[in-house]
């Protein structure tokens, strides 16, 4: 057994406490992408002919696209042919019916990155459906659920189990034309979650999932589908972390989220994964399509995220308000530093009547790290009434650093009503005084102010997500100043 | 009491703003020169019923009726309105940017002016009529040279709408809780204005949450209003019996 | 080949009609062989339309052999001050030095024709000329570098500092169909210079024409410059503006920019602060109507220590008027103690009109205060209760709000006789606001 001192020693050596590399044996594919290989990871996944022509048909429209570049991020070419489209672990083959089935190494894993799989998990009444590189391995709390009606799964099942909903709905909010990303993500996504809350129902507890990536040259490419039915609710957390590589790794998943009339998605993420060494080596490359669709009169999606991690993250979760009333939310913190390059933000777009959105942006930058908020606000001709309010913040941290804020607005109607306001500083001197007179050290009086800074956010989290990410944002910013 | 005939008559007066009803059924006789007082509690619908006088188009009238001078109210657009004299002393007078307080005065002056049939006001007689005003009120001609109630104090905003009050020289003068915020020295000047501006063809409603401006502007009549009607009529005696008392004793009543 | 292609071609073979002169033109005109139009996909024309202007093929007004002889009659009241400005005027891009007064200009002030400057080597041009604009920044720069012909050159020596604004003119005319002007212009302020300069671009008629400008400003040490831009002109003109700024330590750049005529516009500001200490304050005011497209593009790149910066631009769109703001703050690493605040405001008055706007901020450098502020939106409901309760009809109390939502950027017109022009023209365009129904 492992004793807590060698975890301490484990992140003292490390430097980043989520970056250790688990020894299992894995069923890992060639690298390279082809139709064939596509065909071999539908097969693998027993899918239905459906899921394989859908595959098919976006490798199509992939082929014919162009990596984008409008970002402000740089990063090395990626070679698509280099990285492996498939990889799960051995054990997962033939999938264990309880936890003691589940190999002893991976339960190790989740218990150093502190995922409170057993016990805690009843007490913190969070079911986990954890993903450890591509496939579902444990999933609790799926009787509980299924009481309330409320399905919660793989993807890879709802494929097999639930051909309607996802036909009716994958692809319906992020199609595979949408972007180079979203279209290498049709045709290779490997797994992922699947959330149908039914009709009136009040999902009785938060949903997470823990994503892990693991294997060296292993593309992660999660989907999630999440819908909520007339009048229901949900909430569903996210979470990730990552071991320490040399090699970049690329994560590109997309979330799709339906809510029909009256309903209402929270989703909440706080994102850890591997930023790379102070050079920028060996860090994650995070592009993720994440949108919703307010479908119904009335309907609620809001987006939380807490981004601390990946040497290089783009993502806009976005929200398109199309039923009269409904509103969309997006609360961010984005932490750069090292060489960390961050390009997020959110668009919002406003269809429906009398449809009102939020967004509250934080950046951070320090050393060199570089943050840019890159948001759209469009509203229709239809859209009466409708309302946005946007601010977005940005901290610089010592002089080397970036803080870029590039706001789209587009009103084409009268009625609406936008406001944005943005602002760019360093810390307050006499707020960094006052504290250090007040006898806290400069990391202490730093943290506190940031976290000050970022409260907005936080209190959009679930409590024990909150509570997380603020301890996470200290881990951050340590020795970011001085 | 003075035997005239009625200025203000308002019957069985329903109204509600996004479909949530306000104002449930109320009436309320004023006759020129009358000074009434209507106090109540929060939410019970004093500065709904303000703004309905004055025509405000996010309140919708579903039922009953107000005569002012012989004529439907509810006909007139929010302009007839002001230009047959009845007055709003706004609670949060908006700011303006850009218009200029002296150009606003004048043109406003002029429109009721240009309504009534009288000549425009040239801008030397206008400025003889400025001075007058302002010296009988004690005031000081900083606020005409700054845009309309940008950047003025809780206490400047008020002093401003009795400036304009004092102006127009209105029949029936609706003050919206002008006490509130305002500290001593703020209410004293306020309430000399008001008192200057007494006439017997001048009527008014002080719609006020405390006695204390009653102190100092004396009504012929208090009427307490909780939850859209007038609950209770009296004399002065009535709002020192609320202050005392509280609200509650009344709304308890009422619900008992 | 397509429409566009033609198109290019014309002006290709526009540029190469005749030998360039100058390095710069020759450069210019590789730029035009090598570049097409520019499209969407720059992110600088994401939200230009291009259409109106490629929906005639422009000529310059001397390869129109198109002569009218102006006189002062004709220019009516156009010319704003009598004898409290120095004045020239320009006419379809030509320096009329007939109709021009600088009587009474200090000896060592030039305020001439560029053309005239041009063959005479003027030291001081051949050393600024081109230096800002570059090598183009779009393909309607190069066209207008490639075929650099005419304008007006400003120099006012160090420690001079003018007592009247000059005031230039521009008006068009065209009897032969579409005309294409392309003024050029250059002023430099040296050491510790004052100026002021009044730009007025009006039409003598409805007729179908294109200007395509570009202005360079040279700020050294301690100048200050006042520089006043109305564009005003007819229904069918079409207008691009490109304006480089270039300022030197401390000095002071003032700019007030009133943009409401034209089909189609586009005004550019590029100001770039050199050296510590420089400010620049840029206020601007937009009002689209009537199918008119209004672009307004600013870029204000801090690049030296303890500079500051104040961009406000307002927006007014009424009927089918599209606008676009497009603002620019950069702080580059070594520019620490930057303060730069840029707002933009915009009021719509119609169904059918429409904004799109994006004020960005990169920022390289730590110890800075940045922001900006947006908003959208049309007349308040609660303003307009307010005058409407004190008596002043509801068409009337809209202009009133109209106009003191234009307040405070009319206010930055420093020259009373501009800004007595430009209220004029304000309150009789926003007339007959009506309800949004």
């Known amino acids: 057994m492992r004793t807590s001192n060698d975890i301490v020693e484990d992140m003292q050596q490390s430097g980043y406490s989520e970056g250790f590399i688990t020894e299992i044996e894995s069923d890992t594919f060639p690298p390279g992408l082809d139709e064939a290989i596509i065909r071999k990871l539908s097969a693998k996944k027993q899918e239905p002919e459906y899921m394989l022509e859908r595959r098919l048909k976006a490798y199509q429209y992939w082929q014919t696209m162009q990596e984008p570049h409008w970002g402000k991020v740089e990063y090395p070419e990626i070679d698509y042919q280099a990285i492996s489209y498939f990889s799960a672990p051995k054990s997962g083959e033939d999938a264990p019916k309880s936890l003691d089935e589940v190999d002893p190494a991976l339960l190790e894993t989740y218990n150093k990155l502190g995922i409170p799989l057993v016990e805690q998990q009843l007490l913190a009444g969070v079911a986990v459906d954890a993903v450890f590189d591509s496939v579902s391995v444990a999933t609790t709390f799926r009787e509980e659920l299924k009481k309330a009606g409320v399905i919660f799964c793989s993807i890879s099942e709802a494929i097999r189990d639930y051909p309607e909903l996802v036909q009716k709905y994958l692809g319906s909010v992020v199609p595979h034309t949408d972007n180079f990303f979203a279209a290498l993500n049709a045709a290779v996504f490997s797994d992922g979650t699947f959330v149908y809350v039914p009709e009136g129902v009040r999902c009785p507890m938060e949903l997470s999932t823990y994503f892990r990536i693991n294997e060296a040259n292993t593309g992660q490419f999660e989907r999630t589908l999440i819908i909520a039915e007339k009048g229901s609710y949900v909430s569903y957390l996210e979470g990730c972390t990552a071991p320490m590589r040399d090699e970049n790794q690329l994560h590109a998943a997309v979330v799709e989220l339906i809510a029909l009339e009256d309903a209402q998605i929270k989703y909440s993420t706080v994102q850890n994964w591997y930023p790379g060494d102070a050079e920028g080596k060996g860090g994650i490359y995070n592009f993720v399509t994440k949108r919703g669709i307010c479908k119904g009169d009335r309907s609620h999606i809001s987006w939380t995220q807490v981004e601390t991690g990946s040497a290089i993250t783009w993502k806009y979760p976005s929200c398109i308000l199309k039923g009269d009333d409904s509103i969309g939310e997006f609360y961010s913190v984005a932490v750069t530093r090292g060489r960390q390059q961050a390009d997020t933000g959110t668009k919002m777009y406003h269809i429906g009547k009398n449809t009102r959105s939020t967004i509250v942006s934080k950046g951070i930058s320090a050393d060199r790290g570089v943050n840019s908020y890159r948001g759209l606000v469009r509203m229709n001709k239809g859209a009466e009434t409708g309302r946005n309010h946007t601010q977005c913040d940005s901290l610089l941290i010592g002089d080397q650093c970036a803080a870029h804020t590039f706001p789209y607005i587009e009103v084409a109607n009268p009625t609406a009503r936008v406001e944005h306001e943005a602002t760019t500083s360093k810390i307050d001197a006499n707020q960094l005084f006052y504290c250090k007179q007040r006898g806290l050290s400069e990391e202490e009086a730093v943290a506190l102010i940031v976290n000050g800074f970022c409260k907005e956010v936080f209190n959009e989290l679930p409590m024990e997500f909150a509570v997380e990410a603020r301890k996470l944002l200290e881990i951050s910013l340590e020795g970011a100043v001085g | 009491m003075k035997q005239t005939s009625s200025l203000l008559s308002v019957n069985h007066l329903q109204a509600s703003v996004d479909n949530k009803p306000i104002l449930k059924g109320l009436n309320l006789e004023v006759k020129a020169g009358e000074i009434h007082a209507i106090m109540g509690p929060n939410g019970s619908g004093k500065s709904t019923f303000a703004n309905v006088l004055a025509g405000h188009e996010d309140y919708t009238v579903s039922a009953g009726n107000i005569h002012y001078l012989g004529e439907n109210l509810l006909d007139l657009s929010v302009e007839e309105r002001a230009h047959k004299g009845i007055f709003l002393a706004f609670q949060y007078p908006v700011e303006i940017p850009g218009v200029n307080n002296m150009v606003f005065l004048r043109t406003a002056l002029n429109a009721m002016r240009t309504a009534k049939g009288e000549d425009e006001l040239s801008a030397p007689a206008f400025m003889k009529l400025i001075r007058k005003t302002l010296a009988e009120l004690e005031m000081d001609d900083r606020l005409l040279k700054r845009a309309v109630n940008v950047g003025f104090s809780g206490g400047e905003k008020k002093r401003n709408e009795i400036l304009q009050m004092a102006l127009f020289q209105p029949r029936l003068a609706i003050l919206d809780e002008t006490d509130s915020g305002l500290d001593i020295d703020a209410l004293r000047q306020v309430a000399k204005g008001v008192n200057k501006l007494r006439d017997p063809q001048r009527s008014m409603i002080l719609v006020t949450h405390y006695q204390r401006l009653l102190d100092s502007i004396e009504p012929d009549y208090v009427h307490v209003m909780a939850d859209g009607r007038i609950v209770r009529t009296g004399d002065k005696s009535l709002a020192l019996e609320l202050e005392d008392k509280g609200y509650s004793w009344i709304t308890d009543e009422e619900a008992a | ?437």
């Open chain 3, 1 to 437: 080949m397509s429409d566009q292609q033609a198109l290019l071609a014309h002006y290709r073979a526009l540029a190469q009609r005749d030998q360039p002169v100058l390095p710069l033109q020759q450069q210019a005109q590789q730029y035009l062989q090598q570049h097409g139009f520019p499209d969407k996909k720059i992110e600088d024309w994401h939200y230009t339309a291009l259409n109106p202007l490629l929906e005639h093929a422009f000529t310059p007004a001397s390869a129109m052999d198109e002569t009218l002889e102006l006189d002062r009659h004709t220019l009516g009241d156009l010319l704003l001050g009598n004898e409290e400005s120095y004045q020239v005027v320009v006419y379809n891009g030509a320096y009329q030095s007939q109709l021009s007064k600088t009587r009474g200009l200090p000896a060592a002030v030039q305020i001439d024709s560029l053309q005239q400057a041009l063959a005479g080597q003027d030291q001081t041009l051949m050393a600024h000329l081109g230096k800002l604009s570059g090598e183009g920044e779009h393909l309607f720069n190069a066209l207008n570098t490639a075929y650099l012909q005419d304008g007006v050159y400003i120099r006012v020596p160090a420690g001079c500092k003018l007592d009247k604004p000059i005031e230039i003119l521009h008006v068009s005319l065209s009897f032969s169909g579409a005309l294409m002007a392309q003024p050029r212009h250059l002023v430099v302020l040296e050491a510790g210079a004052e100026a002021s300069l009044v730009e007025h671009y009006a039409s003598l008629g409805d007729s179908l024409c294109f200007n395509n400008m570009i202005s360079e400003v040279f700020l050294a040490e301690q100048a200050k410059l006042h520089h006043a831009r109305l564009q005003n002109e007819s229904r069918q003109t079409r207008h691009l503006a490109s304006l480089y700024i270039q300022q030197q330590q401390a000095s002071q750049y003032h700019a007030t920019s009133i943009a409401m005529g034209g089909l189609w516009s586009r005004i550019e500001f590029h100001n770039s602060l050199d050296a510590p200490g420089a400010e620049a304050w840029h206020a601007g005011l937009y009002m689209a109507g009537n199918a008119q497209l209004n672009n307004n593009h600013l870029k204000v790149l801090h690049r030296a220590a303890g500079c500051r910066s104040r961009e406000v631009y307002k927006g007014i769109l009424k009927g089918q008027g599209r606008a676009v703001f497009d603002g620019l703050v950069k702080v580059d690493i070594d520019a620490q103690q930057t303060h730069a605040h840029l707002s933009n405001a915009n009021l719509l008055l119609s169904r059918d009109a429409e904004i799109d706007t994006k004020p960005i901020l990169e920022i390289e450098a730590d110890d800075v205060q940045c922001s900006h502020g947006t908003t959208v939106g049309q007349i308040d409901p609660e303003l307009l209760f307010y005058l409407r309760a004190r008596g002043i009809p509801e068409h009337q109390a809209r202009q009133m709000i109209c106009l003191g939502f234009a307040g405070d950027i009319v206010e930055t017109l420093h020259w009373p006789p501009l800004r007595d022009y430009v209220e004029g023209l304000l309150q009789q365009r926003l007339q007959h606001i009506t309800r949004i129904g």
